[in-house]
């Protein structure tokens, strides 16, 4: 089955900074890759997501880009405010199987102002 | 607008109790139904999904099980909680494969 591998597990920068998360995954077969947000004691939200016949997506300061071929795939956040201070997840979904979501474990980022 | 009620919020129950989570979703017909489990500190674990009614597909071998009895009904179910049960229980749904899966408050369950 699909397994997704996120990092860094931690990751701490400056306001103003950049942070970039990187997930993998094993199924060559998934096709939809999305980017959740949790914040302490909340339930996680959608923040981008990418379909395999895309390469890149932005959404304001963030952004997703995909390597088919490498199969992996990041997410971008540029000009860090501390509210992106939060847990964000990467998963990986193959259609095929009935949306079966598998994320990765999860990047703890941390903006320092 | 599709809405998801998760219940209850927090939850301590004692080593060998049963369980129950109650999971519904308003709005839709016949969502990709899922269970996850969040232990502290750690990521998204996926426990069951749902096609279907009385479809149930058991992702990790375990003491929980999942029931589907209703189109946007899920139940998540214990028979003898062990401590190694507590975590934060989040279920979701999604409308059609490959799209956005939206998540329930989830319930903190704490095994004492």
């Known amino acids: 089955g699909e397994n997704v591998e996120q990092h860094p597990s931690t990751l701490s920068v400056q306001e103003g900074d950049s942070a970039v998360i990187k997930c993998t995954y094993s199924?060559?077969?998934?096709?939809?890759f999305p980017w959740y947000k949790q914040e302490l004691g909340k339930r996680p939200q959608l923040i981008i997501d990418?379909?395999?016949?895309?390469g890149e997506k932005k959404d304001q300061r963030i952004a997703v880009t995909l390597n088919k071929t490498a199969k992996h795939f990041s997410l971008h956040i540029t000009e860090t405010q501390p509210e992106d201070s939060a847990v964000y997840f990467c998963?990986?979904?193959?259609?095929?199987?009935?949306?079966?979501?598998?994320f990765g474990a999860g990047t703890i980022l941390r903006v320092k102002s | 607008s599709q809405t998801i009620h998760q219940w209850p919020a927090t939850l301590v129950q004692p080593v060998g109790s049963p369980l129950s989570l109650e999971c519904t979703v308003e709005g839709t017909s016949n969502p990709n139904l899922y269970w996850y489990r969040q232990a502290a500190g750690r990521g998204l674990q996926l426990l069951f999904y749902?096609?279907?009614?009385?479809?149930i597909s058991s992702e990790v071998p375990q003491n929980l099980s999942a029931s589907r009895p209703q189109d946007r009904q899920f139940i998540l179910s214990s028979k003898k909680l062990l401590l190694s049960d507590s975590g934060f229980y989040l279920c979701?749904?999604?409308?059609?494969?490959?799209?956005?899966?939206?998540f329930g408050q989830g319930t903190r369950l704490t095994v004492v």
């Open positions: 199924d060559s077969a998934s096709n939809y």
């Open positions: 979701a749904w999604s409308v059609t494969p490959g799209t956005e899966a939206f």
């Open positions: 998963a990986a979904s193959n259609g095929e199987y009935g949306n079966k979501l598998v």
């Open positions: 749902s096609v279907g009614i009385g479809q």
């Open positions: 990418i379909r395999s016949n895309v």
